[in-house]
């Protein structure tokens, strides 16, 4: 079955930090599809961070354009969300998403928390 596992967050990352979150994808072919990033901040709605398509055409949002990139390895089946000058506001669970014959799969999120 369709399985998105997210890592790389957890701990206390200071402002202006960088860390690097990666989703290992499985039970599809990866190639075939769009991946993306969505993030959570306490009390806020979910939110699409960055969006890949299978060519490599990637999208991102405004409040992060410039600091984070979203990159994929099909053959490793992985997509990363490369997060630099992170900010407090970037706090938030940060979740893998596909969208698979109209069907959307999550992962379980990983915890991005930036403070000083």
């Known amino acids: 079955q369709v399985q998105l596992v997210e890592s790389g967050g957890g701990g206390l990352v200071q402002p202006g930090g960088s860390l690097r979150l990666s989703c290992a994808a499985s039970g599809f072919t990866l190639s075939n599809y769009v991946m993306m990033w969505h993030r959570q901040a306490p009390g806020k709605e979910r939110e699409l961070v960055a969006s890949?398509?299978?060519?490599?055409?990637?999208t991102m949002i405004d409040s992060v354009k410039g600091r984070f990139t979203i990159s994929r390895d099909n053959a490793k089946n992985t997509v990363w969300l490369q997060m630099n000058s992170l900010k407090p506001e970037d706090t938030a669970e940060y979740y893998c998403?596909?969208?698979?014959?109209?069907?959307?799969?999550w992962g379980k999120g990983t915890l991005v928390t930036v403070s000083s």
């Open positions: 890949i398509s299978a060519f490599g055409f990637t």
């Open positions: 998403n596909v969208l698979i014959r109209g069907v959307n799969y």
